[in-house]
Every structure is written in structure tokens, then in C-alpha cells.
């Protein structure tokens, strides 16, 4: 019996397939399932090529779709970016937020929201060079998909930042610069490390990630993180 090859995710959103041969399934199921293999095969390629370099043949031919099914659903390459994009990038926050209202202590909250965005980049590594990598390539539209992402996690962590001027009330309240300029810096560190081709390594900052948005936000204790076992 020949073994079906294991699939590998490429983005967080759900596959849809559909069963071999007539299947008589309803019309919008199948338009579901086109839509997801579309999106699914744009982040694949793009990974692999770059934004630039990938057309639209690239993404029918390996979703197995028509020319016409595509521009049904699309107008045209960069649309099904911004639409993968924004799906990516919302599945993932939500999954950084779950992590952090499993808990309530604020140093584990910021620790698992840290692990948990790290960790959907390791799951899902197409998108994350797709999305990290070659978002300007894909323009300005894209560019501010990206930018209003970035917000909804600085207001993330203007509410963990909440959570300890709780705990200790000599904390200071911090402008909203200091929240983008952590969320910038975590930034820089897992772009650098997807770069240099070390995707895979990326949890292993989570100690310093977390020192960095402790340090910046000034809560004392921020130097025991890069001594913690990882």
C-alpha cells in the first residue's frame, strides 16, 4: 500500500480539499476549497521565488486550478496576497492571544506571547518568509496590512504592560512610541535570523525577546530572562 506523503503546512489558514472524481458537492464548497488551495499555493511560491518573481501561472499550477477560476476570485496576483496576508496574519494573532488569557501572571503572559508568535512562525514557514520577507516587494497596499498588524500588537502589549503597573504601581505609564519600538525589535530579530536561513532556530529567542520588551517597558528582573534555561 503506497504511503501518501505528510502535508506541510504553509500557512494558517485551513485546507479545503476536495474529494477525487465527481463529487457533486454544493457550489460554494468548491469555491472554498479553490480559495484555499489559491491562497495556500501564493504563500508556497512566494516563499520560494519571491513576491517579484512569482505570476500567476506559478499559483494555479500548483493549486490545480483554471486561469478563469482564479481571476473569479482574485483580480489579480497582488490581491491574492493581501487577502492571504490578512487571513495569515489574523490567524496567527489569534493564536498569540489565546496564549496570553491562558494565563494571568504578566511575566508569563509576556513570555507566552512571545512564545506563541515565534512558534506559528516555525509552524508555518512559507508564510513566514512570504510575509515577513517580502511584504514591501509586494507594495504599499500590502505594506499597510503589515503596519495595521503591527498596531493591533502594540496594543497587545500596552495591555500586558497594564498587567504590571497592576503588580507595581511605581511603574511609570509609557508613551505608545515605547510599545512600537519593542514590537519593532522583535521584529528585527526574527527577520534577521528567517535571512539567514534559521527559521527553524527562531525559538531560541525567546529569552531575548522577552528581556528586550521587559527592559524597554523597564519592569526590574528583565536581566534574570537571558539567564533563565531555555
Given amino acids: 500500500m503506497r504511503m501518501e506523503p505528510p502535508v ?25 476549497s479553490q480559495r484555499s488551495r489559491m491562497l495556500g499555493a501564493l504563500v ?9 518573481a512569482t505570476t500567476v501561472a506559478d499559483i494555479i499550477g500548483r493549486a490545480g486550478v483554471s486561469r478563469t477560476t482564479f481571476y473569479q476570485q482574485f483580480k489579480d496576483k497582488e490581491d491574492c496576497f493581501l487577502v492571504a496576508h490578512q487571513r495569515g496574519g489574523e490567524a496567527q494573532l489569534r493564536k498569540v492571544i489565546e496564549a496570553v488569557e491562558s494565563v494571568s501572571d504578566p511575566f508569563e503572559q509576556l513570555r507566552r506571547n512571545l ?22 516587494p509586494a ?35 509609557l508613551p505608545v512610541e515605547v510599545f512600537r519600538a519593542a514590537v519593532a525589535a522583535v521584529d528585527d530579530l526574527v527577520v ?5 536561513g534559521r527559521l527553524q532556530e527562531l525559538a531560541k529567542l525567546e529569552p531575548i525577546a522577552v528581556y528586550v520588551e521587559l ?3 523597564g519592569v526590574p528582573g528583565a536581566a534574570r530572562e537571558l539567564a533563565a534555561p531555555e
Fill in 8 to 32: 506541510v503546512e504553509v500557512w494558517p489558514g485551513p485546507r479545503e480539499p476536495l474529494p477525487r472524481g465527481p463529487h457533486g458537492l454544493p457550489r460554494d464548497v468548491v469555491v472554498k
Fill in 192 to 196: 534577521r535570523r528567517i535571512r539567514e
Fill in 215 to 217: 527592559a524597554l517597558f
Fill in 139 to 173: 507594495g504599499p497596499r500590502a505594506i499597510a496590512i503589515r503596519d495595521r498588524l503591527h498596531l493591533r500588537y502594540v496594543g497587545l502589549l500596552q495591555q500586558l504592560y497594564g498587567n504590571f503597573r497592576q503588580r507595581d504601581e511605581r511603574l511609570p505609564e
Fill in 115 to 136: 512564545r506563541a508568535y515565534l512558534g506559528e512562525l516555525v509552524a508555518y514557514p512559507a508564510a513566514a518568509r512570504a510575509f515577513l520577507l517580502e511584504v514591501a
Fill in 44 to 52: 508556497e511560491v512566494v516563499a520560494e521565488k519571491g513576491y517579484a
